[in-house]
DNA sequence: GTCTATAGGTTGATAGAC
DNA sequence: GTCTATCAACCTATAGAC
């Protein structure tokens, strides 16, 4: 349950935070989220106009000051950033939420195809792909703007699959616990690898 | 529409397939499927029992074969393969099937954290982690268990990406026509650099 | 095996009182 | 801004005729 202490639309937004990472946009009905958060059900469509543009403001709550922090990493890394530096650039500003309700969340939306939640994933992400592409093809001038492209999408495949697999982690790896700075550490390590392979199969 | 030429239960299997890979296994009723089919509504309900069935069936058909091809060319890899042998008869089986409808089924399976679905998942999926995660280790026993598991990790998820994204490959590598050969060759090239790298960040 | 008909319940959205 | 009440549409599943 949400805390009556805030405001109804603040209790509206992190009960379909809560709800749609867990269970998904098309299975949390408008009813799951106001028990949720305790509020009327009109009170959706008076603050927000559908459930679709409530889908919206979920994901640009989180995902904005995500990709702010990752542009003001990529600047403060200054003019020659090394490859380990645009990866943690990247990806530092995702997956240092840890085990907070922001996991599923940014999980469902990476891995749900949908045309509409692609149409927001597009609009959020143009310019995030856009300025670390040229960075990364910056920093490793031998690959062709394609090659440096599927190293992009490969290692943002990774990382979706860390954030929405997240709770079935501690299953696969008995002896550890799993913990975001090592999830990172590894992916900075595996991703820094295969950007710097060269094609040899 | 799905031919008339096969038996009902097959032109069901076919349509959910399709619909459950393009708009999800929630936003899929089975009167979509039905319509897509060109059976009647309670012909599903005959000839499987409920929906949750009728995804388990659909799931099934196309993992267990897949499933079989990479323990086939685990073992035709023989006693001690190389790192890229393992990559190849781990991803081959699933990214050869091209644009066929398998895809967008197969990345809703691999993207959606259901539990129901991560359930079926376990269930196809128990033995090949087991089997494949020994044979990483084999190939390369300067790692802990717990690290090749990452490294499995994040190579499942490049290409689970690959897999659900592969509709917008295209607007994002304009000057390449994509096909399932190149994306192979970059995944196995990118992986295998990523699983021989060893910390140091 | 295939159909019609329908039960019984859910959904998103809105109208209108306070 | 918040509520109750309700609409029209949709859903899964089943009963029973053919």
Redesign the interface.
């Known amino acids: 349950m949400i805390p009556k202490a805030v405001d109804t639309k603040t209790r509206i937004l992190d009960a379909a935070e809560k709800l749609f990472g867990k ?2 946009f ?2 949390t009905s408008l009813r799951d989220i106001t028990a949720e958060a305790s509020v009327n059900l009109a009170a959706v469509n008076y603050h927000f106009q559908s459930k679709d543009s409530l889908i919206d403001a979920v994901i640009a709550r989180r995902v904005e000051p995500v990709n702010q922090r990752r542009l003001e990493m990529l600047e403060a890394a200054g003019e020659n950033p090394t490859l ?1 530096q645009l990866l943690i650039a990247f990806l530092q500003p995702l997956m240092q939420h840890d085990f907070s309700v922001v996991y ?1 969340l940014m ?2 939306v990476l ?4 045309t509409f939640v ?1 149409h927001l994933l597009k609009r959020h992400l143009g310019l995030i ?1 856009e300025r670390f592409g040229e960075a990364f093809g910056k920093a490793l001038p031998e690959f062709t ?3 440096i ?3 992009m ?10 954030l ?2 997240a ?3 501690p299953e ?2 008995p ?2 616990k799993f913990d975001c700075q090592t ?1 990172l ?17």
């Open positions: 269970n998904g098309d299975a380990e599923p999980a469902r891995a749900t195809p949908d692609t792909i703007e394609t090659q492209r599927w190293k999408h490969f290692t943002a495949g990774a990382m979706a699959h860390v929405s697999r709770y079935m982690l696969l790896m002896d550890t999830a550490a590894e992916l900075v390590t595996f991703a820094a690898a295969g950007f710097r392979a060269k094609e040899g199969i």
